[in-house]
């Protein structure tokens, strides 16, 4: 399994804002272990879909909105999304870029401040 294989275009539009005002209204994807076919489902259907001895997973993480656009010294463009932030100065990021930089390359970005890869 590689990192790429979960990259995906997601329009802003389809991102919730705001939770349903009726939580059973939340989707849900559904996936049947037998066949391997996935289903959109409602949150509501979830106890009609559980069977004995089924696995449960729950993503309780926060999403923060941390995506930053740049540049490389060289020039070429890049995407950085900030998974962590493990103190004032550093933080844990996915980087995107045709050719990634080496350690001690520099990022500059549109709001006036520069990143040093590590």
Known sequence: MRRQDFRFD???ELIAQHPPARRGDSRLLALDGATG???DRMFR????L????DLLVFNDTRVIPA????????????ELLVERVLDPRRALVHLRAS????PGGRL????????TVL
């Not at 500059?108 to 990143?115: I, P, T, V």
């Open 45 to 48: 259907e979830l106890p009609d």
């Open 99 to 102: 050719r990634p930089p080496k």
């Open 67 to 78: 995506r930053l656009f740049g540049r490389k010294a060289s020039g070429g463009r890049c």
């Open 108 to 115: 500059l970005f549109d709001a006036g401040f520069a990143a």
């Open 10 to 12: 997601l329009p802003p």
């Open 37 to 39: 076919v996935l289903a």
């Open 50 to 53: 559980l069977r004995p001895g």
